[in-house]
């Protein structure tokens, strides 16, 4: 890829469950010539052998921040990248890799999207998604029983003990740099639209 055409970066950042990632893949089958969805959640770091209650995925240190920004970095430059692959059931990261090829959107989202200064430089358009507190947790209680194997009790109980506080701590300070805010609860198609309004290439 050419530097006369580098790629558009977005940032999509939100409490968990307010659906950055099902928002992130429409986006990047709705812009023109393709967008690559980059997860945050490849990127957590290996926590395999640590017991499951000192486990906490919710705050910065959690992610491998160095190869994050290296890699959106990259991706920002028109440069293929290979990405870890981490697995929610095991809270590894596994041998295998993925390669990531630049296209002319790159699709940033996850929690910390917009947490850290540097990633936001290379991000073009910060977005955040807004969705109070009992609606995320309904939402990632169907999610992580269907997805992720875990119990629904244990969802809510980790939820109030760890996600919460730590959503607000870490993660709702940071919708101060989207410049586009969204309502979560309205349907993803009009969020679609919207966020392609904003990139104007509706």
């Known amino acids: 890829m050419s530097r006369s055409s580098v790629p558009h970066v977005v940032a999509i950042a939100g409490p968990s469950g307010s659906g950055k990632t099902s928002l992130a893949r429409l986006l990047a089958a709705g812009v023109p010539g393709g967008g690559v969805v980059v997860a945050l959640d490849a990127y957590y770091r290996d926590q395999r052998g640590v017991p499951d209650d000192q486990i906490n995925v919710d705050v910065p ?3 491998d921040h160095a190869l994050l920004i290296r890699q959106v970095a990259a991706l920002a430059a028109g440069q293929p990248v290979r990405q870890p692959v981490y697995d929610y059931a095991t ?5 295998d890799t993925r390669r990531v090829d630049p296209a002319p959107f790159v699709i940033v989202e996850g929690l910390f999207a917009l947490y850290w200064s540097d990633v936001r430089a290379v991000v073009t358009t910060p977005v955040y998604l807004n969705l109070a507190h009992d609606a995320c947790l309904a939402r990632r209680v169907a999610r992580d029983v269907a997805e992720r194997g875990r119990e629904a009790d244990a969802v809510r109980q980790h939820y109030q003990r760890s996600v919460r506080p730590m ?3 870490h993660v709702h300070p940071t919708r101060a740099y989207a410049r586009l805010l969204l309502d979560a609860t309205q349907p993803l198609e009009a969020l679609v639209e919207k966020t392609l309004a904003a ?3 509706r």
């Not at 809270?91 to 041998?95: E, G, I, T, V």
């Open 61 to 63: 240190d959690a992610l």
């Open 91 to 95: 809270h590894a990261r596994l041998d």
């Open 167 to 169: 959503y607000d701590r």
């Open 199 to 201: 990139l104007a290439v």
